[in-house]
């Protein structure tokens, strides 16, 4: 059994920051990949950025440059800094963990940015 607790959601002005973590439990193999995915309103479940367990990392254009994604293997646990916050980073996040053919999901935590 694996759970995904997400934390670090809130509301924030735009331009501020926020930072998101991620503990994965459970049967958890060193070999993986973890990431965030956000999800607005009437809108598709999209990336936005993964690491694997090397420490290599993706991000769309949309995030590139204003969020960093981070691990702690021996915690099993990500983070997402995000830095720079638009209005149309509002959604909610979900963390992502893959291991070989299996993938799991986090709550989700919602991140706001409003004036």
């Known amino acids: 059994q694996v759970q995904l607790v997400e934390s670090g959601g809130g509301l924030v002005q735009p331009g501020g920051s926020l930072r998101l973590s991620c503990a994965a439990s459970g049967s958890i193999f060193s070999i993986n990949v973890m990431g965030w995915y956000r999800q607005a309103p009437g809108k598709q479940r999209e990336l936005v950025a993964r690491i694997n367990s090397g420490g290599e990392t993706t991000y769309p254009d949309s995030v590139k440059g204003r969020f960093t994604i981070s691990r702690e293997n021996a915690k099993n646990t990500i983070y997402l800094q995000m830095n720079s916050l638009k209005p149309e980073d509002t959604a909610v996040y979900y963390c992502?963990?893959?291991?070989?053919?299996?993938?799991?999901w986090g709550q989700g935590t919602q991140v706001t940015v409003s004036s």
């Open positions: 992502n963990l893959v291991i070989g053919f299996r993938g799991y």
